[in-house]
T-cell receptor
Framework: DAGVTQSPTHLIKTRGQQVTLRCSPK?????VSWYQQALGQGPQFIFQ???????QRGNFPDRFSGHQFPNYSSELNVNALLLGDSALYLC???????????????FGSGTRLTVV | AQSVTQLGSHVSVSEGALVLLRCNYS??????LFWYVQYPNQGLQLLLK??????LVKGINGFEAEFKKSETSFHLTKPSAHMSDAAEYFC????????????FGTGTRLKVLA
C-alpha cells in the first residue's frame, strides 16, 4: 500500500520564480493538506483541499495556491519566490471524517525547496 | 489562541535510560493530541494519538503518552532508549470540528548516547 508520494524531492529556484510541487495521497484518502517546515521549526499549516476545493487556509499569502484533482492528487504553487520560502514542504493526506475532526495524517517525505 | 509548547529543544539520554519528552498545550476546548517522529530527510511518522478515549495511549516502538487535562500536558515516554530512537519529535494538537489543521510544537531533538 503506497503511502503519500511527493515530487520532486529537492528543488533549487531563483528569487522571483514560480514553483509547483506535487503530491499523491495515500490510497483511500481524499483530503490533502500542505505544510511548510522551515529549518529548526515545526510544520506550519498552509491549506487543505477536499473535493477539489480549498477547505481551510493558514496564515500564508496569496502567492501560495493549490489545486486538487479528481483523483485526489494535489499541487502546491508558489509564485514570486522569496528567500524565506526556502523550507521543507510536506504533503499530508487523511480520510474525510463526518465530524470534521482530524484523526491523523499520513505525511509524505517532503520536497526540499531552496530559493537562491 | 491555541498553542503547543515543547520544553527542551534538545534532550540527551543514555542508551537504556528513560526517555521523557514534554508537551504542554493551550486550548479552551478538548483537543486531539498527537506525537510524530521525524528522521533526517524524511517526513513525519505518527507515533501515537489521543482522541478522547483512554488517557494513557500506547504507540509504536514502545512509546506511550498520558493525557493530563489538569496539567494540560501530553508528555511522551519510553522506558528504555535505543540508539534508533535518535530523531526529532513533534507534538501536535487538532482542535474542534471544522478546524482541520494541526498546530505543531517546535520539536525536540532526541540524542541517544552509547
Amino acid at each position: 500500500d503506497a503511502g503519500v508520494t511527493q515530487s520532486p524531492t529537492h528543488l533549487i529556484k531563483t528569487r522571483g520564480q514560480q514553483v509547483t510541487l506535487r503530491c499523491s495521497p495515500k490510497s483511500g484518502h481524499d483530503t490533502v493538506s500542505w505544510y511548510q517546515q522551515a529549518l529548526g521549526q515545526g510544520p506550519q499549516f498552509i491549506f487543505q483541499y477536499y473535493e477539489e476545493e480549498e477547505r481551510q487556509r493558514g496564515n500564508f499569502p496569496d502567492r501560495f495556491s493549490g489545486h486538487q484533482f479528481p483523483n485526489y492528487s494535489s499541487e502546491l504553487n508558489v509564485n514570486a519566490l522569496l528567500l524565506g520560502d526556502s523550507a521543507l514542504y510536506l504533503c499530508a493526506s487523511s480520510p474525510f471524517s463526518a465530524d470534521g475532526r482530524n484523526y491523523g495524517y499520513t505525511f509524505g517525505s517532503g520536497t526540499r525547496l531552496t530559493v537562491v | 489562541a491555541q498553542s503547543v509548547t515543547q520544553l527542551g529543544s534538545h534532550v540527551s539520554v543514555s542508551e537504556g535510560a528513560l526517555v521523557l519528552l514534554r508537551c504542554n498545550y493551550s486550548s479552551s476546548v478538548p483537543p486531539y493530541l498527537f506525537w510524530y517522529v521525524q528522521y533526517p530527510n524524511q517526513g513525519l511518522q505518527l507515533l501515537l494519538k489521543y482522541t478522547s478515549a483512554a488517557t494513557l495511549v500506547k504507540g509504536i516502538n514502545g512509546f506511550e503518552a498520558e493525557f493530563k487535562k489538569s496539567e494540560t500536558s501530553f508528555h511522551l515516554t519510553k522506558p528504555s532508549a535505543h540508539m534508533s530512537d535518535a530523531a526529532e519529535y513533534f507534538c501536535a494538537v487538532s482542535l474542534l470540528s471544522g478546524t482541520y489543521k494541526y498546530i505543531f510544537g517546535t520539536g525536540t531533538r532526541l540524542k541517544v548516547l552509547a
